[in-house]
């Protein structure tokens, strides 16, 4: 029978100094970021070898002192950062400013290059069925939810566009591989950059607040499929 490994002593020291600088920072903190600081302040244990091993249980720990608590460590966009508890979302929602609503368009667009990334504009364009505004684009950049990603090798070479690091964060996502189900993509997201890092992503959405004008050639929004409920169908990419 095989022994089972006995469990890794983690010092508190450790745990504490996890927990602030995950609450220091302000961008998800990676494992590696945070084995640089254990090791750095020499808070391994002596006689274990296993840097990796240690921070996960480390991390673990972490968690474990958050349960029940009204903020909890979670693991998003390949780290770690601090995100209120998913039950308290509805009281809090009743005394935070929540910003503004993004346009359906533009949700149609952010669901269109998450599941078919990388994606040029025309590529978008024929999935949508409609032309996409330059307006589109530029509120998906300003959000810091979309990027290029290189240029397609054909005539004219167009623009590949992808999701951010942030698109993950606001999501809730570890990675793509965790990404939800298309319908989920059109909750609604923060105006921009700097109004996503003001607010936690469980309690940014807003119903009814007002729309901006529609960029010029495309149709206003529809009032009934703005809210919580609306959904659009984006064909899925081939494979998983």
């Known amino acids: 029978m095989t022994a089972t490994p006995a469990p890794i002593p983690v010092p508190d020291e450790a745990v504490r100094l996890a927990e602030a600088l995950i609450f220091a920072s302000t961008e998800p903190v990676s494992p590696r970021r945070l084995a640089d600081l254990l090791e750095?302040?020499?808070?391994?244990?002596?006689?274990?070898e296993d840097l990796g091993a240690f921070v996960a249980a480390v991390l673990a720990a972490?968690?474990?002192?958050?349960?029940?608590r009204g903020v909890f460590p979670v693991e998003v966009a390949g780290g770690w950062q601090f995100r209120t508890a998913p039950d308290l979302a509805p009281m809090l929602t009743r005394v935070l400013?929540?910003?503004?609503?993004?346009?359906?368009a533009v949700m149609e667009t952010l669901a269109i290059i998450a599941y078919h990334q990388p994606c040029t504009r025309v590529e978008i364009e024929e999935i949508r069925?409609?032309?996409?505004?330059?307006?589109?684009?530029?509120?998906?950049?300003?959000?810091?939810?979309?990027?290029?990603?290189?240029r397609k090798e054909v005539p004219g070479r167009p623009v590949l566009w992808g999701t951010?690091?942030?698109?993950?964060?606001?999501?809730?996502?570890?990675?793509l591989s965790d990404m939800p189900r298309r319908e989920e993509l059109m909750t609604?997201?923060?105006?921009?950059?700097?109004?996503?890092?003001?607010?936690?992503?469980?309690?940014?959405?807003?119903?009814g607040a007002e729309e901006p004008d529609a960029p010029e050639g495309q149709s206003p929004p529809d009032p009934q499929a703005d809210g919580p409920d609306a959904q659009v169908a984006v064909p899925a990419p081939d494979g998983p």
């Open 40 to 48: 750095d302040r020499q808070l391994m244990p002596t006689g274990e």
């Open 97 to 104: 400013e929540r910003p503004r609503r993004l346009p359906r």
């Open 62 to 68: 972490l968690v474990c002192r958050y349960e029940g």
């Open 188 to 207: 609604d997201l923060p105006q921009n950059g700097a109004e996503m890092e003001a607010t936690q992503s469980a309690i940014t959405f807003q119903a």
């Open 129 to 150: 069925g409609v032309s996409l505004g330059q307006t589109v684009l530029d509120t998906l950049i300003e959000a810091g939810l979309i990027a290029p990603r290189g």
């Open 164 to 175: 951010t690091p942030d698109f993950l964060r606001h999501f809730g996502l570890r990675s």
